[in-house]
Each structure stands twice: as structure tokens, then as C-alpha cells.
């Protein structure tokens, strides 16, 4: 830059031109720069009070340098401010309450105002250039990208791609994927977020859509939208599962991922170092894609539970360790796939199982029913397991188990509600005993039994209901499986294990908020019942507090 402002105009429009093309953005945006350090160093020589404005010319270079002025009749400010008198010789006419304009010489840049106006000129141009690359990658998020390692720190691979930088975090790198400064490596956009020293772009290798975004590159098919990738599940670097489906009936989604002699997926598989995949026919029956989803493991029954969101996958004997995988990583990734909680065991379990749950419902219906061993075991084989289900279901139903007749049948709902009427009130005795107030009975879908867990929890006012949140009151616990991987994920997933209050009687979430609701509605009713002056005084403190 010259040393004089007014010198060497064409310098200075050389200077916004090629910081304006190395950097990729508005002229607009460093003539402002240079003008605002002008304007700086113009204050710093004429008085910082002063309102000094600079312009430069786009075209010719000129610059014109003034200060702001406003006329008043009596000048209290020097710096802003001119009287009448003075006004009439900058500006003929000029009436109190105009602003005008005060043209001032071109000042000698010094050594400490030229580097103060090149600090200004380099953070504007840091800005804009900082903007235009948030703008350049907001909308990429999900899509893959090459770029060069610019370098390594702390295990963070720098990733330089071109216009800006990105970063692949530890945890979204493939485990034991080694990089070093001048590899090309592919990566998905996976987030883009305005920071004060620049957009940080975050990489990942290790997600899921990854892999789907490569595959979409190998296989044309999935491009076009002929093959759906349904869903995706990894445990980089060692094994994938993918769900695929053909809206083209003539079109197998499993061959046209595989490719001929497994040109396509091998491809894949190389960019992802070596991690095996597994390609399957996605399917809407959840079963059916249970089933697949396990491959290569043969499964002979699927129990789903829709209430506990799980299912329950029985397999031969000689089938269990392939069916979990080496350390649970087949059935965590047939999980992930579909979404759902899979509890893998053999026949011998699952019979077990179900004879258990036999025996324990036929004991329960002998004592509450009082019929005898065989009576009980009937009904349990009928699919009768609690009481409510005797006590309230259509009478026929009941009748038509080979040898009951209408009778029984009556007999045996009046003595299921016989049954459940002492079990409410030794559930409100407990529950009084506990000191648990009437006002939580008067609390819609609670009952006495979850009155009582709630008492023994401490839970015995409005108030302290009240102040639970959803999740602390109906959250269910993750029930450890035999396909944890190890202690240390248990501990991982701790927070995971920890029930609501009245998990175990299975209420929604719906159920949830409408109790928590319920039990906060006198929190409100005090509000409105408070007299007026009262809230009128309480808002008169907020607002004072407040400014």
C-alpha cells in the first residue's frame, strides 16, 4: 500500500482485485475493509470522537474522506456538532437539525496506522472468507467428499478440501485405518456448523450413510432409485448389514449390489478396509426381515412383543454362537437394522421359558380362582394369563373351552372380580399405611398397586409426583442380554438400565404426560386463584427484576 491515501490510487484498486479473486469473494467486501481501516487511521490522526467516513472509488480510485456534522443552534459536542455560522460556509442553506457533510484532506499513513489498517483489512476479508465457505458447505451435509489429509492431531485426522478444511473425529474414523499427511481419502459431510473461528465441517468414515453413499456411486440402480437401501447398520472396520428392496420386480436388489463376480460390493469393501457386508432383501413382515437380517443363522421361531418393543428369536441348539456372533456383533447388527431389541435363545430355552411362565400362571389362577390344578391349567393353555382377562371377557369365551359350560364360566368371572376387589383394597391399605395422600387416587390411570410402588419409592404428594419428568416415572430398563459384548459396555449403557418408578406396569408414554399433567394441574389452579392485585404486584417485581 502506498504510504499517503491519496497516492497511488490504481495500487489500491490492485490490491481489493487480487485479494478480492485469491480469496474467492465480493470486491464489495475488501473495498469496505479498506475503506473502514481509512476511516480508523483518519480518527486515530483527527480525533476518534469525530464521525469520519471514507469512499473509495470502484472505477477511478479517488478517495474522498469527511466527518459528519450536525447543526444545532448550540454546540455542545465540537466533534459532531456545528452552530448555524459554521454550517452556512459547508453547506449554503443549511437549516438545525440537518447533517452535513465536512470534507477533510488525506492523511500520511504511519508505520502503526498502516498495520492497524492491515489488521482490519485481513479480519474482514478472515470474515467473509469464513462466510462464504459456511455458505459453500451448509447445504452438503450427507454428501461424500474427497479431499487430502492436511494432517494428524491427537489422533484427528485434517482434511483439506480445497476451499476449506474438515476434520474426521477419532470416533467416526474406521478403527485401524491408518492415514498419513498427503493421502486422498473419501468421507461423508456428516455436520456443518457456524463457529466463531470458522465453519467446522465434521467428517466420518464410520457412519452408516457412508456406506449407503457408496454404494449408491457403485451400484447405478440405486442412483436411479430402482433399489432402496431400506436401512444400514456397521461395526466399522469389521462387518456391516444392509436392507435392501427393488421397486423393480424384474430388478433382484441383492444381485444389483453384489454385482457381476461381486465387482460392485468389493469396491465398497476396499474403500471401507476390508469390512465385511451383508446384503438383505428388506422386507415389511418384521419377522420375515428378523429372519434375513440374522443370516447366516437359520432361525426356527420369531415371538414378537409389541407392548415391550422386543422379539424374541428362538434357534436350533448347534445355531446359537452364529446367530449371536463373535462377540455379539451379529445380533447387535441384526438390531440395529431393524430397529428393535432381539433376545436370541435355543428350543430348550424358550421352553423352559414358556413352561416356566405355565407353572406360574396356573399356581396364580389356583389360588385367586380357588379351582383346582387342572381347572387352572386349562385356562392358562386357553391363553388366559392374568385376572383382569377372566374377570372381564366376554363369558362365551370362557364357555367354549371343552368342558366349561355357562355356569362355570359365570363362577369363574365372579370369583376373578372377587379376586381383584381384594387385591384393591390391600393395595389402598398398603398405600394409606405408606402415607400416600388420596389426592394421587383421585389421579387418572393410576391404580392402588402402582399407588403403593409409588409409596415405597417416596413418592407420596402431588408435589412429588409432580416433579418427576416422564421418563423418571415409566422409562423401562434395557434387560442385559447373553450378546453384551462386555462389562465395560454394560457400564457404557448404564443410563439405559435404569427403570421409571412404574416401569414394570407398562404404561405409554401418552400415559406418562397424562399423569405428570394431571399431577401438576393444582399447580396452576394456585396461580388462578390468586387475587388480582397479587399477580399485578408479582409481575410489577418481574419486570423490575428484569430491566
Known sequence: MANTIAANKAELLAIANAVAAEKMIDKAIVIEALEEAIQRAARARYGAENDIRAKLDTQTGDLRLWRV??????VEDYFKQVDLKQADKLQKGAVVGDFIVDPLPAVDLGRIDAQSAKQVIFQKVRDAERERQFEEFKDRTGEIITGVVKSVEFGHVVVDLGRAEGVIRRDQQIPREVVRGGDRVRALIMKVQRENRGPQILLSRAH?????????QEVPEIYDGVIEIKAAARDPGSRAKIGVISHDSSIDPVGACVGMKGSRVQAVVQEMQGEKIDIIPWSEDTAT????????????RVVIDEEEGRIEVVV???QLSLAIGRRGQNVRLASQLTGRGIDIMTEAESNEKRQKEFVERSEMFQQELDVDETLAQLLVAEGFSELEEV???????????????????EELQSRAQEALDRREEANRNERRELGVEDALAELPILTEAMLVVLGKAGIKTLDDLADLATDELIQ????PRRNE????????????DKAGVLAMFGLSEEQGNEIIMAARAHWFDDEDSAPASDIIEEDAVAADDSQ
Open 476 to 479: 423401562k430398563a434395557r434387560e
Open 69 to 74: 456534522v450536525e447543526v444545532v443552534e448550540n
Open 316 to 318: 436350533p441348539d448347534d
Open 391 to 409: 374377570a372381564y371377557v366376554d363369558p362365551s369365551e370362557i364357555a367354549a373351552i371343552e368342558g366349561f359350560d355357562e355356569g362355570l364360566a
Open 208 to 216: 452408516p450413510d457412508f456406506m449407503k453413499k457408496l454404494f449408491a
Open 485 to 496: 459384548r462386555s462389562d465395560r459396555e454394560m457400564r457404557r449403557n448404564r443410563s439405559e
Open 289 to 300: 426381515f428378523i429372519v434375513n437380517a440374522l443370516q447366516p443363522a437359520t432361525v426356527s
